[in-house]
């Protein structure tokens, strides 16, 4: 179904773009069926882990990788701190009296600042010819919330998926927090298809030390309970304003959505579609969806096995 929706003439002369802030080096799992469909903007200042982004291009149609910090500002130079872990490198200072309550400390210690090229997202994707993102993935450490706003509206509404970092405990001086991210989706038309909260164990080692061997110490995050740091959340497009989605942004949205395994929002948009295109194709997406939603019944007996044996290892902690 992914290759009928994305092999349609409307879609190849307009690929779908994702844009990657943050880049990690490697195709995100998510991405892996409809990367050779697209166009990929991957973006990170610290190559340190990079070395994989420059030899990895052939999972995708294109891919252009940026060795620069994406800013919301014009200036074309900015402070980077480098941190020991690289990534948690960001051009925030990191908090380090907040973070000292933190096992994971060390991790955001600064070993050098450097000076580094800084652009706008809107000035490279104008460099680039291309007017649109339809999936924007950022992992800025601190500055997710700007990053998306400093898109012009023009292309912010019309983003399919939108998938963000924030932070809910103090990491660095000044930075977009997870409910500021809330407040703002919803108020953009949005819908929150995805949380999950990652984190850290509240413990300053310097209380340990001496008390505990480096072998406890190595496995601190499984001997002490994990506490809420920061999000990885995913937003959709809720499609308020239909009309100002063509043909082919209704085939990549619902395209979005299988990959994102939201079957009863392809269900929803696949039937706008119908009604506003009359494209047959809609028809077919949606009881591809239903089927689905029908054959995951099967998997009943293995989601109660899972849930309680995470039950059992809640109560073990």
């Given at each position: 179904?992914?290759?009928?929706?994305?092999?349609?003439?409307?879609?190849?002369?307009?690929?779908?773009?994702?844009?990657?802030?943050?880049?990690?080096?490697?195709i995100?799992?998510?991405?892996?069926?409809?990367?050779?469909?697209?166009?990929?903007?991957?973006?990170?200042?610290?190559?340190?882990?990079?070395?994989?982004?420059?030899?990895?291009?052939?999972?995708?149609?294109?891919?252009?990788?940026?060795?620069?910090?994406?800013?919301?500002?014009?200036?074309?130079?900015?402070?980077?701190?480098?941190?020991?872990?690289?990534?948690?490198?960001?051009?925030?200072?990191?908090?380090?009296?907040?973070?000292?309550?933190?096992?994971?400390?060390?991790?955001?210690?600064?070993?050098?600042?450097?000076?580094?090229?800084?652009r706008?997202?809107?000035?490279?994707?104008?460099?680039?010819?291309?007017?649109?993102?339809?999936?924007?993935?950022?992992?800025?450490?601190?500055?997710?919330?700007?990053?998306?706003?400093?898109?012009?509206?023009?292309?912010?509404?019309?983003?399919?998926?939108?998938?963000f970092?924030p932070?809910?405990?103090?990491?660095?001086?000044?930075?977009?927090?997870?409910?500021?991210?809330?407040?703002?989706?919803?108020?953009?038309?949005?819908?929150?298809?995805?949380?999950?909260?990652?984190?850290?164990?509240?413990?300053?080692?310097?209380?340990?030390?001496?008390?505990?061997?480096?072998?406890?110490?190595?496995?601190?995050?499984?001997?002490?309970?994990?506490?809420?740091?920061?999000?990885?959340?995913?937003?959709?497009?809720?499609?308020?304003?239909?009309?100002?989605?063509?043909?082919?942004?209704?085939?990549?949205?619902?395209?979005?959505?299988?990959?994102?395994?939201?079957?009863?929002?392809?269900?929803?948009?696949?039937?706008?579609?119908?009604?506003?295109?009359?494209?047959?194709?809609?028809?077919?997406?949606?009881?591809?969806?239903?089927?689905?939603?029908?054959?995951?019944i099967?998997?009943?007996?293995?989601?109660?096995a899972?849930?309680?044996?995470?039950?059992?290892?809640?109560?073990?902690?």
């Open positions: 179904m992914i290759e009928r929706l994305l092999g349609r003439p409307e879609v190849e002369l307009q690929p779908p773009v994702l844009v990657d802030i943050g880049a990690s080096g490697h995100h799992p998510i991405w892996a069926p409809i990367a050779r469909y697209s166009v990929c903007i991957a973006f990170d200042a610290d190559d340190r882990e990079l070395a994989a982004t420059r030899s990895e291009s052939s999972g995708f149609l294109r891919r252009h990788v940026i060795h620069s910090v994406v800013s919301s500002s014009r200036k074309p130079m900015t402070k980077f701190y480098l941190t020991h872990s690289p990534f948690c490198s960001s051009t925030l200072v990191p908090d380090s009296s907040a973070l000292s309550e933190w096992a994971f400390a060390d991790s955001f210690k600064v070993e050098r600042v450097a000076q580094v090229r800084s706008m997202l809107a000035h490279v994707l104008e460099e680039l010819g291309l007017e649109n993102v339809d999936w924007f993935k950022t992992d800025a450490q601190g500055i997710d919330v700007r990053l998306f706003q400093s898109l012009p509206v023009s292309i912010r509404r019309k983003v399919l998926v939108a998938d970092e932070g809910i405990m103090d990491a660095y001086a000044g930075e977009d927090k997870l409910h500021e991210l809330m407040k703002g989706m919803e108020r953009s038309g949005f819908w929150m298809s995805d949380l999950d909260i990652r984190g850290s164990q509240r413990i300053r080692l310097k209380d340990v030390e001496g008390r505990l061997s480096r072998f406890h110490l190595r496995y601190l995050h499984h001997l002490v309970k994990t506490s809420p740091g920061w999000g990885e959340v995913s937003y959709m497009n809720s499609f308020g304003t239909l009309k100002m989605f063509s043909l082919r942004d209704m085939l990549v949205a619902c395209t979005f959505a299988i990959v994102k395994g939201q079957y009863g929002f392809v269900i929803r948009l696949a039937g706008l579609g119908r009604e506003r295109f009359g494209d047959p194709l809609f028809e077919e997406v949606e009881r591809y969806a239903v089927r689905k939603i029908r054959y995951a099967a998997g009943l007996p293995f989601m109660a899972r849930k309680l044996i995470e039950r059992l290892l809640a109560r073990l902690r």
